[in-house]
């Protein structure tokens, strides 16, 4: 997923699109995701138990990251990221290049393919790349090392601050802000699945 660094960018996707749709019917697609530096943590709030559709949808070894990853963000409910990697990956389920080895393509706004991103939770690899800023020196094919990273580059974005717009925080796990056509249409599906899972906003 996480074609960071090339904000704003419009993708016509070549490989990584429609995979699954989201609820709110909208496919899976590249983007591109801006550094941010980290913020400070803030108590952590209450998380809330997955719903039947996130028992049924998420596998155990994925739902159970996800809710312990937040621990890389106190204050982030963790449906916000499980939201994540459904949109980009399925959880880890994509047959698709890019997502268990190599990079996934796409069609950028210069006409040229270009591959930059890999992994469950789609990091950009190539330079700049995103992974060097949030994964610690890990695995981005292993979900044990890119969900926290998703995690910690959802707090930098600001996914925990009271307050704070969720939304705003997958619009730029994206690449863009709200304001940007395709970022907004990759949050609210995002939002859609999170909803599914549990996720209760205030």
């Known amino acids: 997923m996480i074609r960071h660094g090339f904000s704003k960018a419009v993708f016509a996707t070549a490989l990584l699109v429609a995979f699954h749709p989201s609820p709110g019917g909208l496919p899976a697609r590249h983007h591109a995701h801006r550094q941010r ?4 943590a803030e108590a952590p709030a209450r998380q809330l138990p997955p719903t039947a559709t996130g028992i049924a949808d998420i596998p155990p070894a994925y739902l159970a990251l996800y809710r312990s990853s937040v621990g890389q ?11 994540v990697g459904r949109q980009e990956t399925s959880h880890g389920r994509s047959p698709l290049p890019g997502v268990h080895s190599g990079l996934n393509s796409y069609v950028g706004t210069d006409g040229r ?12 690899l190539t330079a700049p790349s995103t992974w060097a800023a949030y ?5 981005p094919y292993d979900p044990r090392d890119a969900i926290p990273a998703a995690a910690r580059k ?16 997958a619009a730029l796990y994206f690449g863009g802000g709200l304001r940007d056509p395709a970022s907004y249409r990759y949050a609210m599906s995002v939002l859609g699945w999170a909803r599914s899972y549990g996720l209760k906003e205030a």
């Open 37 to 40: 530096s980290a913020q400070t």
């Open 73 to 83: 963000c106190p204050g982030m409910p963790w449906q916000l990221l499980a939201g």
């Open 154 to 169: 959802l707090c930098a974005d600001g996914a925990n601050r009271p307050g704070g717009s969720l939304a705003q925080a």
């Open 113 to 124: 393919v270009h591959h930059c991103c890999g992994g469950p939770m789609q990091f950009k």
């Open 135 to 139: 994964g610690r020196g890990g695995n």
